[in-house]
């Protein structure tokens, strides 16, 4: 069965500074692998994703994430925070064969001026 | 730039009434799909559809259920008799194909409450 496990329920970060939400997945075939964002009262936008190739995948608003397969990791990075990215991030995976989104709980991002 | 747009945007209804949830998807998009996100918990799957039929289900998808593609550019969730813990936010997705790499874009929601 595919799952998602986001660790911290918030990450706190002082604008300028670099962040990190960390992501960890299980799937038994090829993980495709996913990161959305969700600003108050509007739908999952989505920020990258992993397919295959390079570790080091960048997305949009200067995000990007890097996919680690020993540890089954899709930490999504930024190297310096805007007041801006404060919202909820919340990373997905879909197993090979399966059409289906499997979400993580989400990680509320608060970046202080 | 195209979007997934649904409505309404808030649904109230009493237990045991029929709802029905629309979308409407980006157009060159093949695949649709409905989500939901109880509050204060993490989205969940709840179906896809292809080609006028249903391609993938959760367990959560029950006959209460269903959901149709009546023209060419809505896509909507029907639940036949609301329950008190059907009260969720409902998401609409659609993506071009169903390719695992795919990514699905959403709309903004639809909040529903039964009271």
């Not at chain 1, 329920?9 to 996913?34: H, I, M, R």
């Not at chain 1, 108050?40 to 995000?63: A, C, E, M």
């Not at chain 1, 805007?82 to 197993?95: G, I, Q, T």
């Not at chain 2, 808030?10 to 109880?38: D, K």
Request: net charge negative; aromatic share 14%.
């Amino acid at each position: 069965a595919q799952s998602v496990a986001q660790p911290e329920d918030q990450v706190n970060v002082a604008e300028g500074n670099p962040l990190t939400v960390k992501c960890t997945y299980s799937v038994s075939g090829n993980p495709y692998l996913f990161w959305y964002v969700q600003y108050p009262n509007r739908g999952l936008q989505f920020l990258l994703k992993y397919i295959t190739g390079d570790n080091l995948v960048k997305g949009s608003y200067g995000f990007e994430a890097e996919f680690n397969k020993s540890q089954t990791s899709f930490h999504l990075k930024k190297p310096s925070a805007l007041v801006s990215d404060s919202a909820l991030y919340f990373c997905a995976v879909r197993d090979t064969g399966f059409q289906k989104l499997v979400f993580g709980t989400g990680t509320r991002l608060l970046v202080s001026p | 730039e195209p979007e997934v747009t649904q409505t309404p945007s808030h649904q109230v209804t009493q237990m045991g009434q029929e709802v029905i949830l629309r979308c409407v998807p980006i157009s060159n998009h093949l695949y649709f799909y409905w989500y939901r996100q109880i509050l204060g918990q993490k989205v969940e799957f709840l179906v896809s559809f292809y080609n006028n039929e249903i391609s993938e289900k959760s367990e959560i998808f029950d006959d209460q259920f269903s959901v149709e593609r009546p023209d060419g550019s809505n896509f909507t969730l029907k639940i036949r008799s609301t329950k008190l813990e059907d009260s969720a936010m409902y998401f609409c997705a659609s993506s071009q194909t169903s390719g695992g790499g795919n990514e699905q874009f959403f709309g903004p929601g639809t909040r529903l409450t039964v009271l």
